[in-house]
Structures are given as structure tokens and as C-alpha cells.
């Protein structure tokens, strides 16, 4: 009965010692992806929940859908507004084949996720072109957010394909 005792012990402090390795492992993986130990700013193409499996960072639309919005998003609440800053790229020209009237900066309110860059497309601006980008790039964000996340930093771009009606 003694030695029993002693290996009912034994596995249950292998198996102790077993969760708190998983567990401090797991907080690890979560702070390696930089997912929840730091402030972040990511962008994605279309409106995503919170919570869903994937997020998507591009996405495509006719010349004739004139609405584009691109989302700028902080990955936790914060207590003061974030300020993000960003560009518009692509093989799209502004004026030519979208226009933006913004001046390339968005304020996320204090205890918002997010915020709309609303881009207009210009329709039958394609010539024979069959498609054209534009990209929206995150380049700083003020409180010390970090752009990007997850590994190495993704999600700090968005790419949204202007396609031939």
C-alpha cells in the first residue's frame, strides 16, 4: 500500500509539473507571435470580426463598386485615442483610378477597435489595363503601438485589386 502511495505522488507531480511547463509554454508561443503581450496597429481589407478564423488582407472589387474601405485596427483597447499613419500605394493613380480625400492619418478613438479609410473607385478609369492595386501601408502609430502583428509583424498592409467590369 506504501508504494503505492508513493507512485500515486510521484505521477501526480509529473503531472503538475507537466501543466505548468504547457501553460508557461503557451504564454511563450502567445508572446513570440506578439499577439497579446504588446499594443499593436494592423490593417485588414474587409470588416472582420474580432474573433474570426481568418482575417483577410486583400481583396477585389469591379470598377464599378466605387466603395473601398480599408480598416486600421488596434489589437487591445487603450484608454487614449491611436493615431495611425499610412500611405496609398499601388499601380492605381490616385485621381486617375481612385481618389482618397484624407490626409493619410486615422485617429482610433479611446476604447474603439477600429476605424475606416474609405478609398472611391473611379469607374471606367481601367482603360485596357485589366486590373489595378491600391495598397494601404501602415508606417507609425503613436503609443508606442507596434505596426503589425503576429510573425514577423504581418498585417501591416492591405491590397485592394481594382478589376475591369
Do not use: W
Not at 474580432?50 to 486583400?58: E, K, R, W
Not at 494601404?136 to 503613436?142: D, Q, R
Amino acid at each position: 500500500m506504501n508504494k503505492q502511495k508513493h507512485t500515486y505522488k510521484g505521477i501526480m507531480a509529473l503531472l503538475l509539473i507537466g501543466i505548468v511547463l504547457f501553460v508557461t509554454s503557451c504564454k511563450k508561443q502567445v508572446d513570440d507571435y506578439g499577439l497579446r503581450s504588446d499594443y499593436a496597429v494592423y490593417t485588414t481589407m474587409t470588416p472582420t470580426p474580432l474573433d474570426a478564423p481568418t482575417v483577410s488582407i486583400s481583396g477585389s472589387g469591379l470598377q464599378s463598386e466605387p466603395n473601398v474601405s480599408f480598416r486600421v485596427y488596434v489589437n487591445m483597447l487603450y484608454d487614449s485615442a491611436v493615431v495611425a499613419n499610412f500611405t496609398l500605394t499601388g499601380t492605381a493613380v490616385k485621381g486617375t483610378h481612385y481618389t482618397y480625400d484624407g490626409d493619410y492619418t486615422v485617429t482610433i478613438p479611446p476604447q474603439m477597435r477600429y476605424v475606416d479609410v474609405p478609398v472611391k473607385v473611379i469607374n471606367n478609369s481601367l482603360g485596357a489595363s485589366a486590373s489595378k492595386t491600391i495598397i494601404l501601408s501602415l508606417v507609425s502609430a503613436s503609443n508606442n503601438f507596434k505596426i503589425g502583428i503576429g510573425v514577423g509583424n504581418g498585417f501591416n498592409k492591405s491590397t485592394y485589386t481594382i478589376k475591369k467590369s
